[in-house]
């Protein structure tokens, strides 16, 4: 059964903050991941995706990918009020194009 | 750019009908949609992938007599839950794939009475 394990949260954070995500996967096979953030009622909305080791940065936002350790997190750095939401986490199938979810992890931002 | 809409956004029906969804990416082709299903407090469960000109694969356990996907351009996927009961009361997800990466289209609720 191919995983992708979130810490459910809440992880609360103060506004101006930086939040932190993690995410574990256990297929090995695994070339792309995503994280996306969905709000409460709302569809998932891309935020970022990495396929390379290493970080990718895109504005207050850090991927870091990590395919040795099968790991891969978000910064957010800065965080707002507004990022109050749950984030999920997806990692491709093998070849498939499918995408395999974590339970994803809700995040408040406390003003 | 990579916009995907979906119709209607929500729909309140009597059990035993059927109701059709329908995906549109606004924007790009996509030869491949997907359609998934969410539970409250739930994360997404995918139900089945579309691919344009041919039939829809179905995960296990999803029943692709109820279940009805069409996906006759590169830019519209329909999924028509057939004899709907409340137990299919649910928000109803499409995304459509381009150069590998899934965009969302809004979520369709579906409640059956």
């Known amino acids: 059964q191919k995983e992708v394990e979130q810490n459910s949260g809440p992880l609360s954070v103060p506004e101006g903050a930086i939040a932190s995500l993690n995410c574990t996967y256990s297929d090995r096979g695994s070339q792309s991941f995503f994280w996306y953030r969905q709000y409460s009622g709302k569809s998932p909305e891309l935020i970022m995706f990495?396929?390379?080791?290493g970080d990718k940065e895109d504005g207050r936002f850090t991927a870091q990918l990590n395919k040795a350790s099968q790991y891969v997190s978000l910064l957010i750095r800065d965080s707002q009020p507004s990022d109050s939401a749950t984030y999920l986490c997806a990692v491709t199938l093998g070849n498939t194009g499918k995408l395999i979810f974590g339970q994803g992890t809700t995040l408040q931002v406390k003003p | 750019g990579a916009v995907v809409s979906q119709h209607p956004s929500w729909v309140i029906c009597k059990s035993g009908t059927s109701v059709k969804i329908e995906c549109r990416s606004l924007d790009f082709q996509a030869t491949t949609m997907f359609w998934y299903r969410q539970f409250p407090k739930q994360s997404l469960m995918l139900m089945a992938t579309?691919?344009?000109?041919?039939?829809?694969?179905?995960e296990q356990g999803v029943e692709k007599d109820k279940f009805l996907i069409n996906h006759a351009s590169l830019t519209l996927s329909t999924l028509t839950v057939t004899s709907a009961h409340p137990e299919d009361s649910s928000f109803y997800i499409c995304s459509a794939s381009t150069f590998g990466t899934q965009y969302f289209g809004p979520g369709t609720r579906l409640t059956v009475l």
């Open positions: 579309s691919n344009e000109g041919s039939k829809a694969t179905y």
């Open positions: 990495i396929y390379s080791n």
